[in-house]
């Protein structure tokens, strides 16, 4: 692949800006809530489905995405999940243009923003494994160091870019979605010229990579299911709260623009710790310790009996600051001691991971949406008994022998 890492920064303005897109893009549009559900008068759970739609594409196409850039290249693959990201967003941009116009109904609104959803989740089911695959490609090994895990955190790291800028652009446009939009339709589309020039460039140097039939292990670790299990629970945790915060906080405020100001300064917050723990923090953690995992679980378990006892925006503010932490620094303990205990199926293994994780967002939304309609005034319990499962895997995943946990 030495042909990629001779692109240098063209490499840099094109494919990386994808994540980055995407995760702008997606987190505005969790931000933005209270003013959809107030604008458009769905009902939480309606909008809950919506917002959760794209994620049953991630669990079917990512694998597919990923054979196909494995058989055709990734250079030449990522060309296609651009054009679609772009339109996604450049519809979404339209029907809301056209909704706010015309006055659009409840059913319009649903029928029209499920349209733009179903094409976002074909698309963006490729940024993640297409992306993944570059980085590998662009990676050196240069007297035994190898910076593959660099550049795959830079992807990573371009996803929580993206999440915390999309919440800065929402407290700054609140009241002005329209040009809001305009500016995602602008991005969307310099991003795929760059894309395009790229691939076009690149991808006819790239080599078809011969399949192969090679049996794969039907069976799990023991270890593996529980991280499995924990992997699903970290993301349900996650849905549901980014989900049920935008109702909350318009009931909590008296106008949907306040609302929406509050939900976009905490995802902004949660963003920023994430993001800080992955530069910062998670090197220095002890990988093949699980022991750090049940602290972890600890911190999430109280941080969400916090939530039931108080009922203001500004201690919630705070409250998620120890839960951001917790989720940062515990998924990638349990995915790297996954890929311990399955040396030989790394692959296989941090694609069951990817299901599990994508699987989570959706049902914790759907959660969320569903729950809070019945008990408003108990949307706090949800998170306290999946914090209190992640901790019983925890622990026992510490009780399960070492010898089990890590066959490196």
């Known amino acids: 692949m030495a042909y990629i890492r001779k ?4 490499i840099i303005l094109s494919w990386y800006s994808l994540p980055v897109i995407m995760g702008i893009f997606q987190s505005s549009l969790f ?19 919506l917002l959760s739609l794209p994620t049953l594409f991630f669990l079917v196409l990512s ?61 963006a089911s490729g940024v993640m494994p297409i992306c993944q695959s570059l980085a590998l490609d662009t990676s050196t090994v240069k007297e035994g ?22 919440p800065v652009l929402l407290l ?19 991003s795929l010229v760059f894309i395009s020039r790229f691939s076009v460039k690149h991808a006819p140097r790239r080599k078809q990579q011969p399949m192969t039939d090679k049996a794969e292990p039907t069976s799990l670790h023991p270890s593996i299911t529980l991280m499995l299990c924990m992997a699903f629970a970290v993301t349900l945790y996650v849905g549901y709260l980014q989900f049920v915060l935008g109702p909350l906080f318009l009931d909590w405020m008296e106008t949907s623009e306040e609302a929406t100001k509050l939900m976009s300064l905490t995802m902004l917050v949660v963003a920023a710790v994430a993001l800080l723990c992955q530069v910062f923090i998670v090197k220095r953690l002890a990988w093949r310790s699980p022991s750090i995992l049940s602290v972890l679980a600890l911190i999430l378990t109280l941080a969400s009996l916090s939530l039931g006892w108080v009922h203001q925006p500004l201690v919630i503010l705070i409250a998620v600051i ?48 569903l729950f809070y309609s019945i008990s408003p005034d108990y949307w706090w319990l949800p998170l306290c008994l999946i914090a209190c499962f992640i901790g019983l895997v925890s622990a026992r995943l510490q009780l399960m022998p070492q010898s089990q946990l890590q066959q490196s």
């Open 7 to 10: 692109a240098g920064s063209s």
């Open 31 to 49: 931000a933005a809530t209270p003013q959809f559900i107030a604008l458009t008068g769905l009902a939480t759970w309606q909008w809950s489905i």
């Open 63 to 123: 694998p597919r995405w990923g054979r196909w850039a494995d058989k055709s290249g990734a250079s030449y693959v990522i060309r296609y999940s651009a054009v679609g990201l772009s339109l996604s967003i450049i519809s979404f941009a339209i029907i809301w243009w056209l909704g706010v116009s015309y006055t659009f109904s409840p059913l319009v609104w649903f029928i029209a923003i499920g349209f733009s959803r179903i094409l976002y989740g074909i698309s």
């Open 145 to 166: 160091s190898d910076d593959s895990l660099k550049r795959l955190g830079w992807v990573s790291a371009g996803l929580s870019v993206g999440r915390i800028v999309g």
């Open 172 to 190: 700054l446009f609140a009241v002005y979605m329209g040009w809001l939009f305009g500016i995602f339709c602008a991005a969307a589309i310099v």
């Open 322 to 369: 120890p839960m951001a932490l917790s989720i940062a620094l515990m998924t990638p303990v349990y995915s790297r001691l996954a890929m311990a205990s399955s040396e030989a199926s790394k692959g296989q293994t941090s694609g069951r991971l990817a299901v599990a994780h994508t699987a989570g967002y959706p049902a914790g939304s759907l959660l969320a949406g």
